[in-house]
């Protein structure tokens, strides 16, 4: 069974950081982009930050560069199978239901924006409170 487990949101306040896993199981992530998106109540899911599981090639939104760092333990000795953000410098307008997705094919150059590409694969949220 192809599963993600997304975990580590929480309550935070301004200026602190947090940081989110997700563990992927059944399938390697080295052919597919892992990606974290975020929802507001009552919005659409925008995307956050991708990875390449092939290259280690990222991608940010405008909204999180310079504070948010995707990285994956796939890349290490450990040779994990899990991605995480890293989320520094948060805002309350960080607060968000956070998700990660995976989707085949691992080149990110293959989409002009690769968050706004279809993704197959779903984690279950994460709640990232950040108070003001």
């Known amino acids: 069974d192809v599963q993600l487990q997304a975990s580590g949101g929480g309550l935070v306040q301004a200026g602190g950081s947090l940081r989110l896993s997700c563990a992927a199981s059944?399938?390697?992530?080295?052919?597919?982009?892992i990606a974290w998106f975020r929802q507001y109540p009552g919005k659409e899911r925008e995307g956050v930050s991708c990875?390449?599981?092939?290259?280690?090639?990222?991608?940010?939104?405008?909204s999180v560069k310079g504070r948010f760092t995707i990285s994956s333990d796939m890349f290490s000795s450990d040779n994990g199978n899990t991605v995480y953000l890293q989320m520094n410098s948060l805002e309350p307008e960080d607060t968000a239901v956070h998700y990660c997705?995976?989707?085949?094919?691992?080149?990110?150059?293959?989409?002009?924006?690769?968050?706004?590409?279809?993704?197959?694969?779903w984690g279950q949220g994460t709640l990232v409170t950040v108070s003001s």
């Open positions: 059944g399938f390697s992530l080295d052919d597919y982009t």
């Open positions: 997705a995976a989707a085949l094919g691992s080149w990110l150059g293959a989409y002009s924006d690769p968050l706004d590409r279809p993704y197959r694969y």
């Open positions: 990875m390449s599981g092939g290259n280690g090639d990222t991608r940010y939104a405008a």
